[in-house]
């Protein structure tokens, strides 16, 4: 099962930027999905993510300037980043887990802890 990020690509700094993950339902069904970034060191870091009791987390880099949500159906979810930085720069990993997800995986693709992901979208932030 993959689950398909779209939205990414290049953005100016100060710019705003909307990412979108779609995958079967039964994926998103009391799990936490969210969204790591990849940076250039290949750090693999939880940005956002929603719980499956509702409860949103985001990382401090992207607090405050950035909101996540799911779409009515549950099968989609939705990064909304504004005021974006150089630093926000990166691939884009969309992720879900019946359990919680750590704050920094090891790598961000298929095979870290079972955890269903996407191929991830570019952002790059000038």
């Known amino acids: 099962v993959q689950l398909v990020e779209s939205g990414g690509g290049s953005v100016q700094a100060g710019g705003s930027l909307r990412l979108s993950c779609t995958g079967p339902?039964?994926?998103?069904?009391?799990?936490?999905v969210g969204w790591y970034r990849q940076g250039p060191k290949n750090e693999c870091d939880l940005v956002s993510s929603i719980g499956s009791d509702g409860t949103r987390y985001y990382a401090d880099s992207v607090k405050g300037r950035s909101t996540v949500s799911q779409d009515n159906s549950k099968n989609t979810l939705i990064l909304e980043m504004s005021g974006v930085k150089p630093e926000d720069t990166g691939r884009y990993y969309c992720a879900a887990e019946r359990g919680p997800l750590v704050r920094r995986a090891a790598y961000c693709a298929s095979g870290f802890r079972g955890y269903y992901w996407g191929r991830g979208t570019q952002v790059t932030v000038s």
């Open positions: 339902r039964f994926v998103f069904d009391d799990s936490e």
